[in-house]
């Protein structure tokens, strides 16, 4: 398998234009405080226990699912651009992948990608099925937090 299609079947892509400026997107994620408000999949609350929003620095929280249970994340920055770009390393047995988050002027607002790429094809395609809707239900809850925080949002 080439190269490329090998990253492709590694690789899942979610992405959407949200009516916010780059800056007010960034700021969103940025500010560890705003991030534990819309962070993760609909139902889901936070707790942040360090972001350090730099190259090397550590981002752990832990998502509370609305059944009860908790889960532990630990990341690792490895580009931070702002208002542009941030990429990480998501440390975790169970889907350990590469994340490049960017954030491009959009007619009408910002579009916010990000771009995973897991360890192998089959790790893809064992997840995908979760993180893709999850992924969806995190846009919501950030396009709900910028019209709530943004005051020149509808």
Not at 44 to 55: E, V
Not at 62 to 86: I, M, W
Not at 99 to 106: D, E, F, K, Q
């Amino acid at each position: 398998m080439s190269e490329e299609k090998n990253e492709a079947a590694r690789t899942i892509v979610s992405a959407r234009v949200l009516p916010a400026s780059r800056e007010a997107v960034w700021a969103a994620f940025s500010d560890p405080t705003r991030l534990a408000l819309w962070w993760g999949p609909s139902g889901f609350t936070n707790t942040i226990h360090a972001f350090d929003l730099r190259p090397g620095g550590r981002w752990r929280i832990t998502l509370h699912a609305p059944d009860g249970a908790n889960y532990l994340n630990e990341k690792t920055f490895s580009e931070v651009v702002p208002p542009e770009r941030v990429k990480f390393r998501h440390h975790q047995p169970t889907h350990d992948f590469e994340m490049a988050m960017t954030l491009v002027a959009a007619c009408g607002g910002t579009r916010v990608e990000w771009r995973m790429v897991f360890a192998s094809a089959a790790e893809c395609a064992r997840v995908r099925s979760f993180i893709e809707p999850a992924n969806e239900q995190n846009f919501d809850r950030l396009a709900a937090h910028l019209v709530q925080t943004t005051p020149s949002l509808p």
